[in-house]
């Protein structure tokens, strides 16, 4: 098993949970810089849409199929955005965890001149609130 992602703090706790998963900080465009050949590629938690463009979704999608064994699988899971803008959906559910006191909140932003969407996040947990922001 292989897992890639830019943030160095993941790859680290994922080393440190388990040492037999070969994990690597490396852009998912550069995914055929890894020189395998998987059975599955599996992209999920709505990743495919912090690519900048067509272009770098085009180079993603071609860099997967490189990197596929032959009858291998790509499982992407996105978030439906036509439907978020055409129904102007301004948030999801909060998601709530009382045993812990979490929780979790998720709005978006439609930002036409910039034809992206600002996802803000809130997480509250054991006192604190932490706010970030991500154009998608």
Known sequence: MTAI??????????????????????????IDKLNKKFDLI????????????????????ENCKKSLKVGGYLLLQIVNYDRI???NIKSLPVIENKEIGLTFERYYEYLPEKHKIDFKTI??????????????
């Open 123 to 136: 997480l509250k947990v054991d006192g604190l609130n932490l706010e970030n922001h991500v154009l998608l």
């Open 42 to 61: 599996f992209c999920i938690g709505n990743s495919m849409v912090h690519l900048n463009d067509n272009e770098e979704i085009l180079r993603f999608l």
């Open 85 to 87: 803008l055409v129904k």
């Open 5 to 30: 992602d830019l943030d160095e703090a993941m790859i680290s706790q994922l080393k440190a949970t388990d040492g037999e998963i070969d994990a690597r900080v490396l852009n998912m465009l550069d």
